[in-house]
C-alpha cells in the first residue's frame, strides 16, 4: 500500500536522464552487448556493464536513496547466469539506515522473484564504507563478512553485489561462505570498474 501510494505521489524517472516512467530507461540502461564476463580467484564474473556513463549515474543515485533503479536493474539482470541460491552482498546497517534500504538485498529480493529462484541473506557487514578508500586500503580491508547467527545455508549460491572494483568484498564474502562449505557458483554485478569483455580481474 505504502510502496503503491509512493509511487504515485513519485512517479518513477530515469536517474540518469530524467525521463519519465522507469528508473533506468532504454536509451540509458546497457545493452546485452555491453556485458562482461571475467574470473574472480576461480569464479565466474558476470556485469551488466561498465562503471561509468548512465549505469554508473543510476547505481550512484540508488545508493544516495533512489528506489527507482531497483526494478530496472532486476529486470537487465535477467541477462545474468545464475545458479545455486542468490546471496546479497550487504551493506553496512548504518548505510542501510541513511539509505532506508540496502541495495544488494533489495535487489536480490526483486531478481529472486523474476526468476523464480531462492535467496538467503546469510551475510553481516562489518566495519566502515569503502567508498573513498584507495587499493591498497581495500584490498587489505579484509574480515568484513560475518555469517548471521540464524543464517541456513544453501549448498550453492550465486554472490551479487552492485559494483566491483577490485573484487576485494566478493573475495571476503565467498571466503566466509566457502569456510562454511558453501559452493560458490558465480558472482554477479551491475558494474565492474577498469574491465574489458572476458578479462581477469586483477589484485
Known amino acids: 500500500m505504502l510502496q503503491s501510494l509512493r509511487a504515485w505521489i513519485f512517479p518513477a524517472a530515469c536517474a540518469a536522464c530524467d525521463r519519465p516512467g522507469s528508473g533506468l530507461c532504454a536509451g540509458c540502461a546497457p545493452g546485452a552487448s555491453d556485458a562482461l564476463t571475467f574470473r574472480l580467484d576461480g569464479m565466474a564474473g558476470f556485469a551488466l556493464g561498465s562503471y561509468d556513463g548512465a549505469l554508473r549515474t543510476a547505481i550512484v543515485a540508488m545508493k544516495r536513496g533512489e528506489r527507482d533503479p531497483l526494478d530496472a536493474f532486476a529486470a537487465l539482470l535477467d541477462r545474468a547466469p545464475l545458479a545455486g ?12 539506515a541513511e539509505r532506508g534500504f540496502d541495495q544488494s538485498v533489495a535487489l536480490a529480493r526483486l531478481v529472486a522473484a523474476r ?3 531462492a535467496w538467503a541473506n546469510v551475510l553481516e557487514k562489518r566495519g566502515g564504507p569503502q567508498a573513498g578508500l584507495g587499493r591498497r586500503a581495500r584490498l587489505g580491508a579484509a574480515g568484513r563478512f560475518r555469517l548471521r547467527p540464524d543464517a ?3 549448498a550453492l549460491v550465486t554472490l551479487l553485489d552492485d559494483v566491483c572494483t577490485t573484487g576485494a568484498t566478493a573475495r571476503d564474502a565467498a571466503a566466509v561462505l ?3 562449505g558453501v559452493a560458490i557458483a558465480g558472482f554477479v554485478v551491475l558494474a565492474r570498474t577498469g574491465g574489458t ?4 580481474l586483477r589484485s
Not at 546471496?87 to 542501510?96: D, E, G, N, Q, S
Not at 569483455?197 to 581477469?200: F, K, L
Open 197 to 200: 569483455r572476458g578479462g581477469p
Open 115 to 117: 526468476r523464480g529462484i
Open 178 to 180: 566457502q569456510a562454511a
Open 85 to 96: 541460491s542468490l546471496v546479497p552482498l550487504p551493506t553496512t546497517r548504518r548505510r542501510a
Open 152 to 154: 541456513r545455508l544453501p
